[in-house]
Nanobody, 122 residues
Framework: QVHLEESGGGLVQPGASLTLSCKASGGGTFAMGWFRQTPGKERQLVVAISWDGGNTYYTESVKGRFTISRDNAENTVYLQMNSLKPEDTAVYYC?????????????????WGQGTQVTVSS
């Protein structure tokens, strides 16, 4: 049974940095993604990474500010978020799949974490 566990959310001021972690257990190496959702809106892909880290995707609004990386020895994916803005406020979800190729659609990911709240506010 694959299990994804996120950590690292919190309340920060605009311009600050935050790192989210997602540790996978119960399975092998996955293609992973981070999605975010705000109240009343659909969950949207923020970043994604292939199993070997060779391919990544960033939504336009986070390019140059967010970085996704992974440590396959630890089965952990990281999302480094810099220069945070109030519009980055959301619940962030880690998603994974047992196929290693980069995926960008919610339906491509059968495994999900419980979500972690990120709030950017002064």
């Amino acid at each position: 049974q694959v299990h994804l566990e996120e950590s690292g959310g919190g309340l920060v001021q605009p311009g600050a940095s935050l790192t989210l972690s997602c540790k996978a257990s119960g399975g092998g190496t996955f293609a992973m993604g981070w999605f975010r959702q705000t109240p009343g809106k659909e969950r949207q892909l923020v970043v994604a990474i292939s199993w070997d880290g060779g391919n990544t995707y960033y939504t336009e609004s986070v390019k140059g500010r967010f970085t996704i990386s992974r440590d396959n020895a630890e089965n952990t994916v990281y999302l480094q978020m810099n220069s945070l803005k109030p519009e980055d406020t959301a619940v962030y979800y880690c998603a994974g799949r047992t196929v290693g190729l980069l995926a960008m659609h919610e339906d491509d990911f059968p495994y999900w974490g419980q979500g972690t709240q990120v709030t950017v506010s002064s």
